[in-house]
């Protein structure tokens, strides 16, 4: 369940967030390294790890979600998140860099968002009783995935999308989980606090939004460049070939 890291080329804004994933994910390294290396020796693969952990984090989110339980489910959640660092680890001990282990981890982060934001959209048209919120729930998993595929596309035909925009993937979930988190402390006598989600949601759903134009814009650009590009590439091919 990895971002990778944004590098400084792709705008301003990046070069904070590549700061901090670098040292966030060189403290947790040091930490979960040890982990990992007992995972190794019991014979348990980086995949398995991959699959263990968002299987929780989608029971955490689809058990939770739905009943209003948002504390303990943003604690489950933030547990098994940890896997992904778990499995990279192992994955650099083992000396295994795989295209099929990234193609894995990718395709089963957009099953962890969905049950997320689909653990908040049941709650929100259920006992939640609140439809607007719902729909902005289905929109922030909707346009999450949405951002993740503009990128993929992007680049599966040769353009480098070279943005990340407002609100990635680490931001949508770092926002949601942490107002839920606090949100369900409301279950606990903390008066006022459960707003809070209700406002991450419309952050995420608006961020998401200006992220995907973002994304739009960018290979709109390139591509419009590429294509500019080709027929003068062409004639210098033809003037050497001469």
Same mark, same amino acid.
């Given at each position: ?7 400084? %080329? ?12 670098? !040292?966030? =994910? ?14 190794? =020796?019991?014979?348990? $693969? ?18 939770? !979600? ?6 303990? %489910? ?21 000396? =295994? $860099? $795989? ?24 709650? !929100? +048209? ?18 999450? #995935? ?47 606090? #459960? ?9 995420? +759903? ?13 290979? =709109?650009?390139?591509? +419009? ?16 070939? #001469?």
């Amino acid at each position: 369940m990895g971002q990778p890291g944004a590098t400084r %080329g792709r705008g301003t804004p990046t070069v904070g967030k590549a700061m901090l994933n670098k !040292y966030a =994910r060189a403290f947790f390294t040091r930490v979960l390294t040890p982990f990992a290396a007992f995972l190794i =020796r019991r014979g348990v $693969s980086p995949d398995t790890v991959t699959l263990i952990g968002t299987a929780g984090v989608v029971a955490g989110a689809l058990v939770f !979600y739905p009943r209003g339980e948002f504390f303990w %489910g943003t604690v489950v959640i933030t547990l098994f998140v940890f896997s992904d660092l778990v499995d990279g680890n192992m994955a650099r001990q083992l000396g =295994r $860099s $795989s295209r099929w282990g990234a193609f894995l981890d990718s395709t089963l982060d957009r099953v962890a968002d969905g049950a997320i934001f689909g653990g908040f959209a049941l709650w !929100y +048209a259920g006992q939640g009783h609140n439809d607007a919120l719902c729909a902005v729930s289905i929109f922030c998993l909707a346009s999450g #995935q949405v951002v993740s595929y503009t990128k993929a596309r992007g680049e599966s035909i040769g353009l480098p999308v070279a943005v990340n925009g407002l609100v990635e993937r680490a931001e949508r979930l770092v926002i949601s989980l942490v107002a839920a988190g606090f949100a369900g402390l409301h279950a606990f006598g903390v008066p006022g606090i #459960q707003w809070l989600l209700p406002v991450a949601l419309w952050i995420v +759903a608006v961020g998401s939004l200006v992220t995907l134009i973002q994304r739009v814009v960018t290979v =709109r650009r390139e591509s +419009a460049e590429a294509e500019a590009a080709a027929p003068q590439n062409a004639a210098q091919g033809s003037e050497a070939a #001469q």
